[in-house]
């Protein structure tokens, strides 16, 4: 009865996830003791044909005529303001976002991709920024960007792991910068911009002690003028009131 009801499921299955099923539920039912041996290996015989039938239905998914990838073609990229950009491009550039010996190996337009990577990395360990953003903050193009980082790549500066998917869209590239001198001028950076805010905010902390405006407040200079003209304990006018007593003529 099994056998049989198995059968007809296999004549009429049209998929292969059902095949799939149907070969569990064999097993299962082998294991369970519902068939023996020498069922099992007949349904099993039967999978395997209609699998293949299937399969010679299938018709593969090409890439449609007129394009060279399954997915649509990106827009190109262009900045809205192409001035801006190439300032912004030379601003990162010439920043210091590595080594001289090393930024000598690149043009402006690298180094400034290169800034855009190693700010990542100081900040997260890793950069998974893709492509577009870090060219969009560079102030460059897609095509130079990837560039710039296969060339430190083949330099051996840093080392791209990618994250394909089949059948779908691949995740951002993590870049990771392996250069030891690279990665002790970003650590030289790093602790140069905490000790300068940390300068900054001292600086700040004992500049407001009198004001809040950043600036001696008004009334701590008149009530301690006032206290030196009456006299008080620890100014001026104490002195000069001791000197009166001695010689009242004030001579």
Known sequence: MFHARMLAAIDGARTLASMDELSKTIWQAHA????????????????HLRRGVIRGSLKPVGV?????????????????DRMEALSRRRRLAASGPMPPALA???TVG??????????????????????????????VCRR???GAIREAEGDGLLVIQERRHEGRKNDPNLVRIISHEWRQWIERGQT???????????????????SPHGYPSSKSACSRSTEAEKGLPGTGGRRHDQRADRNPSGW
């Open 104 to 106: 000598s190996r690149f």
């Open 32 to 47: 369970g003791g519902a068939v023996d041996d020498d069922g099992a290996q007949t349904l099993a015989e039967a999978l």
């Open 64 to 80: 449609p005529v007129g394009r060279r990838s399954l997915f649509p073609s990106k827009r190109p990229q262009r900045a809205p």
């Open 192 to 210: 140069q911009k905490r000790n300068g805010f940390a300068s900054r905010l001292a600086g700040t902390h004992r500049v407001q002690k009198d």
């Open 110 to 139: 690298q180094i400034s991709v290169l800034r855009i990577v190693a700010d990542e990395v100081a900040t997260k360990g890793v950069c998974g920024l893709c492509i577009d953003a870090i060219a969009a903050r560079a102030g």
């Open 144 to 146: 130079l960007a990837q």
